[in-house]
């Protein structure tokens, strides 16, 4: 089942002489359940693709579906909901709201949307996470692996349709980075939960399922690595 498809995906900066084409006609598809590892150099336009793919910045031309939903013919309202529901986002940084405590944090999502928190799976997902002894700390009383783990899980909360990483690991020491690749497959494997990654670490793009490498703001390889 396709729950992605991007189309002649252009981005351009600027205008005139300074113009610059950070993507240049990318076009491909994601079936459900997917693991792929977006590699490319800096200022290849992979981090470019992932913001579009979120819906955090628009596109010059081409078109977004992610599960049947053309993502930019939403107004910016309905954007904000399906984005919220649909897509969830991995940062280096974490990005967690300091005054929300691990529980909190993860919940966020459902509370911006006012509906309930299912206690089970939340339960199911902090023993997943190993922070169910955390739910009461506020971010800055975490490790930075911790952290990691909490950003995950409010990206997971909403069983979205897809779940972007944007260098999840490029903030952790190596057993740190080990322990979220593991978390991230275990949601992939266990939960059919389609998963996009941008990394530099070529242990980690080994791992998935396809690897997409991007050069000059195109597609350079698109290869299946396993079923």
Do not use: W
């Not at 266990?190 to 690897?211: F, P």
């Amino acid at each position: 089942m396709e729950i992605l498809r991007v189309e002649n995906l252009t981005k351009i900066y600027g205008k005139g002489d300074t113009a610059v084409t950070a993507l240049d006609h990318v076009s491909f598809t994601v079936e459900k359940g997917e693991f792929i590892a977006v590699i490319g150099p800096s200022g290849s336009g992979k981090s470019t693709l992932l913001h579009i793919l979120g819906g955090v910045d628009t596109p010059t031309s081409g078109k977004v579906y992610i599960d049947g939903t053309d993502v930019y013919d939403l107004d910016e309202s309905s954007l904000a909901i399906f984005r919220r529901r649909q897509i969830g986002l991995v940062y280096q940084f974490y990005n967690l709201v300091p005054v929300l405590n691990v529980e909190e944090n993860i919940t966020l999502p459902l509370l911006l949307d006012g509906r309930k928190v299912d206690k089970k799976y939340l339960e199911e997902m902090l023993d997943t996470l190993g922070v169910s002894d955390r739910v009461e700390h506020l971010p800055n009383q975490l490790s930075g692996g911790q952290q990691q783990r909490v950003s995950i899980g409010r990206a997971l909360i909403n069983h979205p349709a897809l779940v972007l990483a944007d260098e999840p690991t490029g903030n952790l020491d190596s057993k740190n980075s080990e322990e979220i690749i593991s978390l991230l497959k275990l949601y992939n494997q266990k939960y059919k939960q389609t998963l996009i990654i941008i990394t530099h670490d070529e242990k980690i793009a080994l791992q998935a399922n396809r690897i997409i490498s991007i050069q000059d703001g195109k597609i350079a390889k698109d290869e299946v690595i396993r079923q």
